[in-house]
């Protein structure tokens, strides 16, 4: 056991046996937590044109879609763009071959040894279940891919989807996000017990809610691929966590943490809360925040290593530039993810000469994450390669830069949100078992309260965010500035986020009241006024848009008093925030303006909040976190075929639009768990176990090549053997006005499971039977449900059905 964030590293001695050591990375003051790292090691091998993997398959599947051509709404797109989908689309229907647009990310976690209750990133591959066979899952001619950048991104399989299962809001509101987002049933977890109140103590949100939601992840094996975890209704909002603040080594400013917290606070700060840690109480305690952009350059390390930073930095002040780039190269070969260690060895090598030298490091930055085109170009000594007038460099320059984006360099860019790395103090993560703050996103979807939404309102808000993706809205982001000392104490940083909105060509609008007096459309607004006169407004949100409202008791629903941030949700908004205590206005504590420039960068909401909040522990984050209306995903076609006995997933790049990135990965899902990773693959040839029978739920998910990760995917429920042999599921008329009756039936089946939002609600000891089930037991809206067979010793999944009730 170690204090502070370990960083595990791997050395040779002179017989080539690979040894360890451990060293701490600093993340900040009070941010210290003692946990031990065990690693195991991945090598990337070149993957070959065609790839076969021999797969188990796991339990349990998901929702069935129709197959179909999918294209994105590329709204801002000139009209050859559409025509070009448009032949594709005649191309490869002509060919009688289904395809789907498709994208996504998941990660190759790091093996760590966590506490037992944290998430347990080793565990990778499925668990001995199939459907006629056990088999070891096979990477043939291939390897899962090591990345040299962290793996992020956000869709419906990285998130769990938490449920109160004794709240019928709380059962109803997940149908229906489930069905909109297409979450996995591997994902939805329903817990019991959980308390009714709005506010509860600490002890119980850790064993009744956060452990057991953690264990369950971890025992279905869907840790590596889980990046949000969004509460349904029903769950309480806030956590008195006031032995935690007295704890707080720093006295100075205990009258501003005030010892109350939000439950996604406490989520995203899971390690602390697991380890009963008060370091979550500190200003800056969520690292994964952007900062200045001079953080990018920050001391990231401790110990050995950290003396290795200083010391380079001292050689380069003493002008020997040699031993400084030397230095800074070393520890950017040993930490590829900081790849902001590049551009220091770059301006060092330049400084010694070496341009040689300084345009290697600046490409590998680049190929890691670098992607401020401006700093090049305008900071010295950079700006000697990369100023003056574009059409006079070099070719290979000129690509560079083409790479990059042409936004300000005084504030961190966004990056795309990763739970398996650890978050270091200069605003970048390194591998789990190289140390950092690993962390979680969290929100509430919504609030079913006399003070909150109704169940229809937050219904009608998640559905409308739902279709926002990809929209590219036409619309105004739009601040606040009045007197009100809840608009003045963040207005000052606001500059920058103009800056940087203005260089995008985004409309911007400052007005001097506290909502706009004119029409118009909006798709961010940041506000700051204790009451909303929102019934009289004007103005509308463009779908997709996200809001907030600094005030103290946005969040606080005990009582009615100020704006709820939920008015915000039922104007329009895709997700709001507001703190569950008295906050006195500090800004660290609410989102920053520049939530809005990383927004129209394309990270989805959840990311845009996390992203500019440095101290969230207050801040209560409601709304749907996948929404992401400027998000730039590969533009790419994906089919899904039945080969038997595999299934054949062909892959095709497109030429990119101005809205569109290259694919630079490729993740598989086989019924709702992550399967590989590997790079872009023309054919991909998933081999299944032999005898295999029932209904596979196939995802293949494209990863952008930006910061960001952009992901978009689709699945595809393939059909292994005689659809008359699967478990069939049919909804039949019930004599009791709010019951439904549903008849289940698999010939020769020695039991059978219905199973709804992930979980076992009734089994039946035969091949047949009836069940009737009411509101209380599944809730209303689409319920998605799905039977599952034994026979033979073998498990056999019928196809998922869609009851709208």
Request: aromatic letters at 8%; glycine letters at 6%.
């Amino acid at each position: 056991m170690t204090t502070g964030a370990v960083c595990g590293l791997v050395q040779r001695d002179g017989a080539g046996k690979a040894t360890t050591r451990l060293e701490r990375l600093n993340p900040s003051r009070h941010l210290g937590l003692g946990y031990s790292v065990k690693y195991s090691l991945m090598h990337a091998l070149p993957i070959p044109r065609r790839c076969f993997i021999n797969v188990p398959l796991a339990l349990p599947s998901t929702r069935s879609r129709v197959m179909r051509v999918n294209f994105p709404n590329f709204c801002r797109q000139r009209r050859r763009w559409h025509l070009m989908r448009q032949r594709c689309a005649v191309l490869y229907s002509s060919e009688k071959r289904a395809f789907y647009h498709c994208g996504r990310d998941s990660h190759a976690p790091v093996r760590g040894r966590p506490a037992r209750t944290h998430l347990n990133h080793s565990q990778r591959w499925f668990p001995a279940l199939s459907l006629r066979a056990v088999s070891l899952l096979l990477v043939v001619g291939c390897v899962l891919v090591a990345p040299t950048r962290l793996q992020a991104g956000l869709t419906g399989e990285n998130v769990a989807l938490i449920v109160n299962g004794s709240s019928t809001d709380s059962l109803t509101i997940a149908n229906h996000y489930a069905a909109l987002r297409d979450i996995p049933s591997h994902n939805v977890i329903v817990l019991e017990d959980v308390p009714s109140e709005l506010s509860i103590s600490l002890d119980a949100f850790r064993d009744g809610i956060l452990k057991p939601l953690l264990e369950t992840i971890n025992s279905r094996g869907i840790a590596p691929q889980i990046r949000v975890v969004a509460y349904s209704a029903g769950f309480p909002t806030s956590v008195n966590i006031g032995e935690l603040a007295k704890r707080f080594p720093d006295p100075a400013d205990s009258k501003y943490r005030t010892p109350v917290a939000s439950i996604n606070s406490l989520t995203y700060f899971y390690r602390w809360v697991l380890s009963d840690s008060p370091n979550l109480l500190a200003w800056g305690a969520n690292l994964y925040a952007r900062g200045p952009f001079g953080r990018h350059f920050a001391n990231p390390f401790s110990g050995e290593n950290a003396q290795q930073f200083e010391a380079a930095i001292s050689d380069s002040k003493a002008e020997k530039f040699t031993e400084a780039a030397e230095s800074m190269q070393s520890l950017a070969d040993q930490f590829p993810t900081l790849f902001p260690l590049r551009i220091l060895a770059a301006e060092n090598w330049l400084r010694s000469g070496e341009e040689d030298k300084a345009l290697a490091q600046v490409r590998k930055s680049i190929e890691r994450g670098w992607i401020n085109r401006r700093y090049l170009i305008e900071t010295e000594p950079l700006s000697q390669l990369f100023g003056g007038d574009a059409v006079d460099l070099p070719g290979d320059r000129r690509r560079l830069l083409d790479q990059l984006e042409d936004v300000p360099h005084t504030m961190q860019g966004p990056i795309g949100f990763s739970n398996t790395a650890g978050w270091t103090n200069c605003g970048h993560a390194v591998k789990a078992d190289e140390g950092g703050m690993p962390y979680m996103l969290s929100c509430v979807l919504a609030v079913v309260h006399k003070n909150g939404s109704t169940l229809q309102q937050a219904i009608d808000s998640l559905s409308l965010a739902a279709p926002a993706d990809r929209t590219y809205p036409d619309a105004t982001f739009g601040f606040s500035k009045t007197k009100d000392v809840r608009s003045k104490t963040r207005f000052p940083v606001t500059t920058d986020a103009l800056s940087w909105l203005l260089s995008r060509n985004d409309d911007v609008e400052i007005f001097s009241s506290a909502l706009p007096s004119q029409s118009g459309s909006y798709v961010g607004m940041m506000l700051g006024a204790a009451s909303l006169p929102l019934s009289n407004k004007k103005w509308t949100f463009a779908s997709g848009a996200i809001a907030e409202n600094l005030t103290s008791f946005g969040g606080m629903f005990q009582n009615n008093s100020q704006t709820k941030l939920t008015a915000l949700l039922h104007a329009g908004a895709a997700m709001s925030s507001g703190t569950v205590t008295e906050p006195y206005s500090l800004p660290p504590k609410f989102p920053s303006a520049m939530m809005y420039p990383y927004y129209s960068e394309g990270v989805a909401a959840i990311e845009a909040f996390y992203l500019s909040v440095p101290s969230p522990y207050q801040l209560l984050i409601v709304g749907d976190p996948l929404c992401q209306p400027f998000a730039r995903a590969p533009n790419d076609f994906v089919r899904i075929e039945s080969k038997p006995p595999a299934i054949e997933i062909t892959w095709q790049s497109l030429p990119r639009t101005p809205d569109s990135v290259p694919t630079a990965a490729i993740e598989l899902y086989l019924n709702g768990k992550s399967a590989g990773r590997i790079r872009p693959t023309p054919k991909i040839r998933v081999n299944l176990p032999a005898n295999a029978e029932g209904v596979v739920d196939v995802r293949v998910s494209l990863i952008g090549a930006h910061p960001t990760q952009p992901r978009i995917g689709t699945h595809r429920n393939i059909l292994v053997g005689e659809e008359s042999h699967l478990p069939q599921i049919e909804q039949t008329p019930s004599d009791t006005p709010g019951e439904m009756t549903v008849s289940v039936a698999c010939d020769e089946a020695e039991s059978i499971h219905l199973i709804h939002l992930g979980r076992v609600i009734h089994t039946f000891e035969s091949d047949s039977g009836d069940v009737t089930l009411t509101p209380a037991q599944i809730g209303t809206g689409p319920v998605r449900l799905q039977a599952n067979a034994q026979r033979d010793g073998s498990i056999m999944l019928g196809r998922p059905v869609e009851i709208e009730w």
